[in-house]
């Protein structure tokens, strides 16, 4: 059965920085791709950043340079480097992953494993 658990959310001044870390157990293949969502109070979930298996990445366009994902391959951990946060970062923030070679999405219908989520609160 595979799980992922979050961890590193917080609360944090806007301006600030946070570290996300997820990590997966029982995926029976490694291959597969990894991604940060949001849900934000009253809002759909949203993808935030995706990492396929080769390591190529893409994100949103709000977190675009202030957001990095990356990925310990041996680990099977997935990170989210969180800087300048704004108010409207503030979510709960969901890591998932899908198996599959060379691919990345920040579409949620594509992603069947999903963690429980960890709470950011940005505050000003």
């Known amino acids: 059965q595979v799980h992922l658990v979050e961890s590193g959310g917080g609360s944090v001044q806007a301006g600030g920085s946070l570290r996300l870390s997820c990590v997966a157990s029982?995926?029976?293949?490694?291959?597969?791709?990894m991604a940060w969502f949001r849900r934000s109070s009253g809002q759909e979930r949203e993808g935030v950043a995706s990492?396929?298996?080769?390591?190529?990445?893409r994100y949103r366009d709000s977190v675009e340079g202030r957001f990095t994902i990356s990925r310990d391959y041996a680990k099977n951990a997935l990170y989210l480097q969180m800087n300048s946060l704004k108010l409207e970062d503030t979510a709960i923030y969901y890591c998932?992953?899908?198996?599959?070679?060379?691919?990345?999405?920040?579409?949620?219908?594509?992603?069947?494993?999903w963690g429980q989520g960890t709470q950011v609160t940005v505050s000003s």
């Open positions: 998932a992953a899908e198996y599959g070679d060379s691919w990345s999405s920040l579409e949620s219908r594509y992603f069947g494993y």
């Open positions: 990492i396929d298996s080769n390591g190529h990445v």
């Open positions: 029982g995926l029976a293949s490694s291959t597969y791709c």
